[in-house]
């Protein structure tokens, strides 16, 4: 699987960003597509995650309701909408392949290129 993440960039606090992730040769082990972030000095950390087929998502408890995850299965593209957007919020967020629900960084198959997201206070 190829996966290739956009939309990064840099916006205000209570600011609005849709990343979004391309993603090309999914295979039978790619279940499930997320979204991690890393922010400088920390550990990459799991932000999302929506199994392919079924469309079920979850989130980091850090969300709180803040982000949609959504999948569109003829653009092959899962996208992150992220609203309310706060400084701690910044990091380069990353998307990545798993075979079942993950949420660490150590579960996930292939992994996109980052984009980084930017919240200025």
């Known amino acids: 699987v190829q996966l290739q993440a956009s939309g990064g960039g840099l916006v205000h606090t209570g600011g609005s960003l849709r990343l979004s992730c391309a993603v090309s040769g999914l295979t039978t082990s790619d279940n499930v597509i997320n979204w991690f972030r890393q922010a400088p000095g920390e550990e990459r950390e799991f932000v999302s995650g929506i199994i392919w087929r079924e469309g079920k998502k979850r989130y980091a408890d850090f969300v709180e309701g803040r982000f949609t995850i959504s999948r569109d299965s003829a653009k092959m593209t899962v996208d992150l909408q992220m609203n309310s957007l706060r400084p701690e919020d910044t990091a380069v967020y990353f998307c990545?392949?798993?075979?079942?629900?993950?949420?660490?960084?150590?579960?996930?198959?292939?992994w996109g290129q980052g984009t980084l997201v930017t919240v200025s206070s």
């Open positions: 990545a392949s798993s075979s079942r629900s993950i949420s660490i960084a150590a579960g996930a198959r292939s």
